[in-house]
């Protein structure tokens, strides 16, 4: 199973929004509403923000929001703030039920 | 609250197996799923396998099959994941999460164990 794709880096200004894509196949990302975003600051555990493509769980801010179309998933980041600075991994569940993590992203708040 | 408390961080010879344990509280353990996930430094995350605390199923990522064992112990409420014939690029820090279905995200998350191998 390859790893899914993701940008390495991206940037935004705060008060900015950026979009993060998530490139699969037919088999992980386009089979399912199965897809996961994870924000990771840097010597912290992964930190669950969207799942099932589009849902928030609790506590996460509504500047997180999710889509997908086809096998491209993405992760839109509104109203940009500092702390969003982090590492994001999107994760798809496969068809032979297990799961596919991407590379992640960079997000950088200049 | 829900935890998942790693155990500590390990240093292993080439060849060597560890074993390494994830103890969960604050919820019912047979409930949920729990995943092994691991992050070489500078690297993203990889995912290993799960299991079923409730009936100690468990489906292994491709790459580690006929290496990695999960089992879990419902007395104690902790789960264990022994990788064996380690190699110089297994050092990484391992996780394990939980979720409430094999298809959901991982809610929950241990605070990771560091794994050097070294000779």
């Known amino acids: 199973q390859s790893a899914l794709t993701q940008p390495a880096s991206v940037s935004g200004s705060p008060g900015q929004s950026i979009t993060i894509s998530c490139t699969g196949t037919s088999t992980d990302v386009g089979s399912y509403n199965l897809v996961s975003w994870y924000q990771q600051h840097p010597g912290k555990a992964p930190k669950l923000m969207i799942y099932d493509v589009t849902n928030r769980p609790s506590g996460v801010s509504d500047r997180f929001s999710g889509s997908k179309s086809g096998n491209t998933a993405s992760l839109t980041i509104s109203g940009l703030q500092a702390e969003d600075e982090a590492e994001y991994y999107c994760s798809s569940y496969t068809r032979s039920d297990t799961w596919v993590f991407g590379g992640g992203t960079r997000l950088s708040v200049l | 609250q829900v935890q998942l408390v790693q155990s500590g961080a390990e240093v292993k010879k080439p060849g060597a197996s560890v074993n390494l344990s994830c103890k969960a509280s604050?919820?019912?353990?047979?409930?949920?799923?729990v995943h092994w996930v691991r992050q070489a430094p500078g690297q993203g995350l990889e995912w290993m396998g799960i299991i079923n605390p409730s009936n100690n199923s468990t489906t292994y990522a491709q790459k580690f099959q006929g290496r990695v064992t999960m089992t879990r112990d419902t007395s104690t409420t902790t789960v264990y994941m022994e990788l064996s014939s380690l190699r110089f690029e297994d050092t990484a820090v391992y996780y394990c999460?939980?979720?409430?279905?094999?298809?959901?995200?991982?809610?929950?998350w241990g605070q990771g164990t560091m794994v050097t191998v070294s000779s």
């Open positions: 604050g919820y019912t353990f047979t409930r949920f799923y």
């Open positions: 999460a939980r979720s409430f279905l094999a298809s959901d995200g991982f809610d929950f």
